[in-house]
């Protein structure tokens, strides 16, 4: 129903190649987030799909047809973007019920969708308001509704979360979390923040200058990162990376420890250093260790109960079962 | 000659006998008449003029609209490496005195034998304003974010559907204060209007300018045509005022 293919595909803007040749496959159903810093081509590549891009070359396949050549609107995909992108000259009722106007569906249905996805977004109290009169999180509401009246092979979304404020997020995420479970259609979420990619994710594709780094669920991409890259994308704090001779003894060029698999005492361990700024977030403290003789510092995640403070020598274990090795090109070696 | 614009309006109530020179100018010391008004009306058909200049500042306005609602789009949306070359091209013709090219002007109206009439007129008004039309309407269809075109796109309207349903209805204050303006600057256009017409198609600026003649300057007369010919104008724009400052003030809903 809404599987999406890319075969080959790339991009260029004048002599700037984007997308370098790509192939992809998205399975029906499935929940893939594109990650990768600002410039990576992932909201590209979202774009190519939705076909407000044209391709350069190759061939995109929605449903095992070619859609390479359609136009946005015959592709039957739904995309939420990030500033909402609502008509602000109509009601939210409207608002919801133009992709129904364009499809020319019966009036009557189209208040039964309405009503039911305004009832679903919670926002059936706002349908008569427009939307300069709603919050940041209702517009977002009501772009999620506009998109699912539409009932698409696939949605896209483009950031949605960025312009909501942290909390107003959580609550956002949860709720296209559930609606993909509801739903079970596919869809393909674009961000730059790792925890929406990791909580929501079946599948996230990490993304840098339009190549892709790696596929993968987000356990196995936070349990075997392909490259150094990769690392810095998926974890949070980022995994610490310590080159030199301490990366030697493990016959490798780099190795990565994750902050949250290294040990903290006061009294014993296999490095040492000083703690810096220690941040506590109640449930954790991330501790930041200075002077490990490592060149960069070193970010330890401990219990929320730790009383350390600036200054405080401390002795780190890092747990050898768990920690990656990087080859000199920044590969993972196995 | 101490003449003041303030006088315009109460000039033509004026008796004939009292229009001297005056310093400072009288406002309330004379006998009030609109006599005047009368028998500006009477020498010279005042609704011809009117409608000539109703139907030549509206036509060449409406066209013009028609023209470059979809340049702006085009340019506003789909910009090419030329579309910046192409406004100040645009722009360009602006800056060549009108009296540079009446005379080729004027001969190919007598060419396709549009002197003297409102077709010619509306045509000539359009195109000196075009630039200044497309101009606007395209830094008003800058203000729309692109994205909310792009959603239109997703959603499954089509391009005339997209300009239609959402692009225009975003743009109606920009739109209306386009209109306004270059209503007026249409009204107001002396030159061509002077130039190609005689007594057809002449507006109101001709009526106006007919009470200045050689034989001298016919105060209290041509003060009562100026107000009969600016009266119009003002009653569209005190109407408009709401429309035209959103117009200037246009911002999107985010």
Not at chain 1, 58 to 72: H, V
Not at chain 1, 270 to 291: K, Y
Not at chain 2, 233 to 238: E, K
């Amino acid at each position: 129903m809404g599987q999406i293919t890319l075969s080959q595909v790339t991009k260029s803007f004048g002599d700037v190649q984007v997308i370098p040749p790509l192939d992809l496959t998205i399975q029906d159903g499935e929940f893939t987030v594109f990650v990768g810093p600002s410039g990576c081509g992932k909201s590209t590549l979202l774009r190519l799909i939705a076909g407000l891009e044209d391709i350069t070359s190759g061939q995109i396949d929605i449903d095992g047809k070619d859609a390479s050549d359609l136009p946005p609107a015959k592709r039957g995909l739904a995309m939420v973007f990030q500033s909402y992108a609502l008509y602000p000259h109509m009601t939210v009722r409207k608002n919801i019920a133009f992709p129904m106007r364009m499809a020319k569906i019966d009036p009557e249905e189209q208040n039964r969708r309405i009503e039911a996805a305004a009832k679903a977004r919670n926002v059936t109290d706002y349908l008569d308001r427009r939307p300069g009169q709603l919050s940041g999180g209702q517009r977002q509401r009501v772009a999620i509704g506009r998109a699912i009246v539409r009932e698409p092979a696939a949605f896209l979304f483009d950031e949605p979360l960025s312009n909501l404020d942290a909390a107003l997020r959580v609550g956002m995420r949860l709720e296209i979390s559930e609606l993909h479970k509801r739903l079970a259609t596919t869809m393909i979420y674009v961000t730059h923040d790792q925890v929406e990619a990791m909580t929501m994710a079946d599948k996230i594709v990490v993304l840098r200058a339009g190549y892709i780094e790696q596929v993968g669920s987000p356990l196995e991409l936070y349990k075997r990162p392909r490259n150094k890259f990769v690392t810095g994308f998926i974890g949070s704090p980022k995994m610490n990376l310590i080159e030199g001779p301490e990366a030697a003894k493990h016959n490798a060029h780099t190795i990565g420890v994750r902050p949250e698999h290294i040990d903290i005492s006061t009294t014993e361990g296999l490095w040492s250093g000083v703690v810096g700024v220690s941040e506590h977030l109640g449930s954790d403290t991330f501790l930041h260790i200075h002077d490990t003789g490592f060149g960069d510092m070193i970010t330890v995640r401990a219990d929320g109960e730790i009383s350390l403070k600036h200054g405080d020598k401390v002795f780190l274990t890092p747990r050898t079962d768990v920690m990656h090795r990087f080859d000199d090109k920044g590969l993972r070696i196995e | 000659m101490g003449h003041r614009s303030a006088d315009l309006l109460s000039d033509p109530l004026d008796h004939p006998d009292q229009l001297q020179d005056r310093s400072p100018p009288i406002f309330l010391g004379f006998d009030w008449t609109l006599e005047n008004y009368a028998v500006v009306q009477e020498r010279s058909n005042y609704m011809r003029f009117l409608w000539n200049s109703v139907i030549i500042a509206g036509g060449s306005t409406l066209l013009g609209i028609i023209i470059a609602v979809p340049a702006a789009w085009s340019m506003a949306f789909v910009p090419s490496k030329r579309t910046k070359d192409i406004l100040l091209w645009m722009l360009s013709t602006k800056m060549l005195p009108a009296v540079g090219v009446l005379y080729p002007i004027y001969l190919i109206f007598v060419e396709l034998g549009i002197l003297d009439t409102r077709l010619g007129l509306t045509i000539v008004l359009m195109l000196i304003n075009l630039p200044i039309i497309v101009w606007m309407l395209y830094t008003y269809f800058k203000e729309i974010p692109g994205e909310i075109l792009e959603a239109a796109r997703m959603d499954g309207a089509t391009l005339r559907e997209e300009i239609l349903y959402v692009l225009t209805p975003m743009a109606i204050p920009g739109i209306a204060s386009t209109i306004l303006l270059n209503v007026i600057l249409a009204w107001n256009e002396a030159f061509w209007t002077l130039n190609l017409t005689a007594a057809n198609a002449a507006p109101l600026t001709a009526f106006i300018a007919s009470y200045s003649s050689p034989e001298g300057l016919f105060y209290a007369k041509l003060s009562a045509a100026s107000t009969m010919a600016i009266a119009p104008i003002l009653i569209l724009g005190w109407f408009s005022q709401k429309q035209l400052v959103r117009g200037l003030t246009f911002g999107a809903v985010k």
